[in-house]
């Protein structure tokens, strides 16, 4: 078959090509999968049957789609989750990345199953064998996809055609990524893992400044609460910020001063602390002085709190039919609805938007609630490679450096917890467990309402213990001991 003239397809005699081909691209890791006859953009691409695969290698933005109106789904229609590339683009022949405007994943959880669409760039191409006509005229087109990933959950596109019979056996071999078989994992050596761990044995068992950069680059005092981890960013060259993606070639660096860490803090999108926060604070909050409202207290799941009379709890949704005891996944109010405790035995997909994390009062109305969606923002790929870093902060001895303002000295320990492999059912079923319990710290200022402060915080109380519980494969290392750094995930 001669290859159409377009410039989003490619060739490829071996896998050492495609291979070659993504590591100049930069990409760490790719899915690779051929494509059905029927797989188009107007049909969209199956790709896998579970999530998981997608959530924790690329960045990706979760929210509602609407309900389905399939014949297949359950009773009253599933309500269908839609999540975007936060960057998504097509390679073409030269080796340019072209953006696609609206590249997205469609998870159907009634079969359940996860299909891509949105694959037009923004100088409105796509390529060519994913078009209706391509797969009308050419039904029996051996096509393959490849998704890249750019450490810190960026994706790039590729299609290939025309691969001769001993790279489809190649391809073949690989290993399928998690929970498919016909979906195949690329992990591409990059070595960034393996600089980490070189720049942090030049910052570790030394004092440092207490300090941060600034939009510029200048490094200036700090003293703040994250003055440990501003001070390792600055070492880094980082600029502080929020962002989605790693703080180093998408490895996020954790920094902690006691065994007790704040994972996250993500907030919740529904119940009366989205809905009227100053309702939540005067109910389920104490005046510590007049006029300041805070909520406090340790929260974990099924444990009544007594400083909030509240209790946390994860539960997911089904629908019931009375007449013949069937049961299955619901996500709209329609029909019997009926709340249960989460499952962690049954698909995560097939119940994307009927599982919940939730503050209930005694009454059993929701006080604060986060969404399955709210959380997968927050935990996903940024999270899939972490490194913990123990931090000891004291006073600055340096009268020099004092003066100039850099009030505390900051000192990093040698041995740190490598980690990789987390999922949006590791952080439930941690959850669940108690192991992450929901300390808040939000504050309300009745004259002031500039003042008021909104923070939930997801902790764990020893980290050494919890990382366990929240990752796949875990190390404990020791920086000073190390000539040369063992291989780890992102290697």
């Excluded at 309900?67 to 960057?87: H, L, P, Q, R, Y």
């Excluded at 019979?165 to 994992?185: D, F, M, T, V, Y």
């Excluded at 803090?265 to 309702?279: C, H, K, L, R, S």
């Excluded at 927050?378 to 913990?388: L, P, S, T």
Aim: charged share 20%; aromatic share 8%; proline share 5%.
């Amino acid at each position: 078959m001669a290859l159409p003239p377009c410039p989003f397809e490619h060739t490829a005699t071996s896998l050492a090509d495609i291979y070659d081909l993504l590591q100049r691209l930069g990409c760490d890791m790719a899915m690779l999968k051929f494509l059905p006859k029927n797989a188009n953009d107007k049909n969209q691409v199956y790709w896998t049957r579970e999530i998981q695969p997608l959530q924790t290698k690329f960045t990706l933005k979760f929210g509602d789609r609407g309900i389905s109106a399939s014949k297949e789904c359950v009773k009253n229609g599933d309500s269908i989750t839609e999540a975007v590339f936060e960057s998504y683009g097509w390679v073409d022949q030269n080796e340019q990345v072209v953006p696609v405007k609206n590249a997205k994943v469609i998870i159907y959880p009634q079969y359940p199953e996860v299909r891509l669409s949105g694959f037009t760039t923004v100088q409105n191409t796509m390529p060519r064998m994913l078009s209706v006509n391509f797969t009308k005229t050419n039904p029996n087109a051996i096509r393959l996809m490849i998704l890249g990933r750019i450490p810190g959950g960026a994706c790039v596109g590729l299609m290939y055609i025309d691969l001769p019979q001993s790279l489809l056996e190649e391809i073949n071999a690989l290993p399928g990524a998690e929970g498919s078989r016909a979906c195949k994992l690329l992990i591409i050596k990059q070595g960034h893992s393996h600089r980490l761990a070189s720049r942090l044995r030049e910052v570790v068992d030394r004092p440092h400044r207490g300090c941060r950069l600034d939009a510029k680059g200048k490094t200036l005092p700090f003293t703040g609460t994250q003055v440990c981890g501003y001070t390792l960013e600055q070492q880094f060259g980082i600029t502080p910020n929020s962002a989605m993606d790693g703080d180093f070639h998408g490895i996020e660096l954790k920094v902690h001063t006691t065994r007790k860490v704040t994972l996250c803090t993500t907030e919740p999108d529904f119940g009366v602390y989205a809905e009227n926060f100053e309702g939540f604070m005067t109910t389920h909050g104490y005046e510590s002085t007049p006029g300041e409202w805070r909520v406090t207290g340790l929260h974990r799941a099924t444990v009544p709190c007594a400083k909030s009379n509240l209790t946390l709890h994860v539960r997911e949704y089904r629908t019931v039919d009375p007449q013949n005891l069937k049961s299955g996944w619901i996500c709209n109010d329609q029909g019997e609805r009926q709340s249960f405790p989460y499952d962690p035995k049954t698909s995560l997909t097939a119940k994307m938007n009927a599982v919940e994390v939730v503050l209930l009062d005694p009454a059993g109305k929701v006080a604060a609630g986060w969404s399955l969606a709210r959380l997968m923002n927050n935990w996903g790929a940024k999270h899939n490679e972490a490194v913990y870093i123990s931090a000891n902060k004291s006073n600055n001895t340096n009268a020099k450096d004092a003066e100039l303002g850099f009030k505390y000295e900051i000192t990093f320990a040698s041995k740190v917890i490598w980690c990789g492999g987390t999922s949006a059912e590791r952080l439930l079923e941690a959850i669940c467990a108690g192991t992450i319990f929901l300390d808040p710290a939000p504050k309300f200022m009745a004259n002031d309402r500039s003042k008021n402060k909104r923070r939930c915080q997801w902790r764990v109380n020893d980290i050494n213990k919890a990382v366990h519980a929240l990752y796949e494969n875990v190390n404990f290392r020791d920086l000073s001991a190390e000539d040369t750094a063992p291989s780890t995930p992102s290697d």
